[in-house]
């Protein structure tokens, strides 16, 4: 159980062109999900916490009109970077946390490769 | 603010021998603390949490961690070490309540060497 998905595992993009990255929790719904960046050889950084049916709150220094994000459902959050650079380059993962349970793990996706060119 | 310390950017330990993963934490009150294991080019996967009760917490794959209150310290350990272990290590931490932010270690990627 807990299974969190992520769509695409990998994608390369045009300079300036937008891409949307898909995190599902597929048998448990998550009423916040979390959306993390990670360079090479570095940490997981916060990007922004996705609480479902409110607006996103984004961590500082984290443009919210550049990396948009959706909660609409409770099994569903996207991640939409738009007009990419080169920079946005990077390893995002979601994360998801179990509305109704009391644990407090966060179950992780795959993550997405994201190649800006 | 809370952060999380782990003082090692690698590990390496010979097969079958016993390993550790050290990680230190700063945190207001009492610490939700937690271990996650990431292969490459994959997502994080939960190895162990403590949140209160015993000390010694046994998690997946064989692993365990021992919370310490006094040296702020959450280490990760392993009787005996399998090549399979070798990836990358972090540890987490949050504030009580689980429900707030959780800050990530910087990682320590862990080597068994055969």
């Known amino acids: 159980g807990a299974v969190v998905s992520q769509h695409p595992s990998w994608v390369i993009c045009k300079s300036g062109t937008s891409v949307k990255i898909e995190c599902r929790s597929l048998?448990?719904?998550?009423?916040?999900m979390f959306w993390y960046r990670q360079f090479p050889k570095q940490s997981l950084m916060l990007m922004a916490t996705?609480?479902?049916?409110?607006?996103?709150?984004?961590e500082q220094g984290v443009e919210k009109d550049k990396f948009l994000i959706n909660h609409a459902s409770l099994t569903l959050s996207t991640l939409t970077v738009t007009s990419a650079h080169p920079e946005d380059s990077s390893f995002y993962i979601c994360?998801?946390?179990?509305?109704?349970?009391?644990?407090?793990?966060?179950?992780f996706g795959p993550g997405t490769r994201l190649t800006v060119t | 603010a809370q952060s999380v310390a782990q003082p090692e950017d690698q590990v390496n330990v010979a097969e079958g021998n016993p390993l550790t993963v050290k990680c230190t934490y700063s945190?207001?009150?009492?610490?939700?603390l937690f271990w996650y294991v990431q292969y490459p080019n994959r997502g994080l996967q939960f190895l162990l949490k403590?949140?209160?009760?015993?000390?010694l917490v046994k998690g997946s794959y064989g692993f365990e961690a021992e919370f310490n209150k006094s040296q702020t310290s959450f280490h990760l350990k392993k009787p005996s070490a399998l090549v399979s272990d070798s990836a990358l290590y972090f540890c987490?931490?949050?504030?009580?309540?689980?429900?707030?932010?959780?800050?990530f270690g910087i990682g320590t990627k862990l080597q068994v060497i055969p």
């Open positions: 994360s998801a946390r179990d509305g109704g349970g009391s644990t407090y793990e966060q179950y």
């Open positions: 048998d448990f719904q998550a009423t916040t």
């Open positions: 996705s609480n479902e049916g409110s607006k996103a709150t984004y």
């Open positions: 945190v207001s009150g009492n610490p939700y």
């Open positions: 403590y949140i209160t009760g015993d000390n």
């Open positions: 987490a931490v949050s504030p009580p309540g689980g429900y707030q932010k959780v800050t």
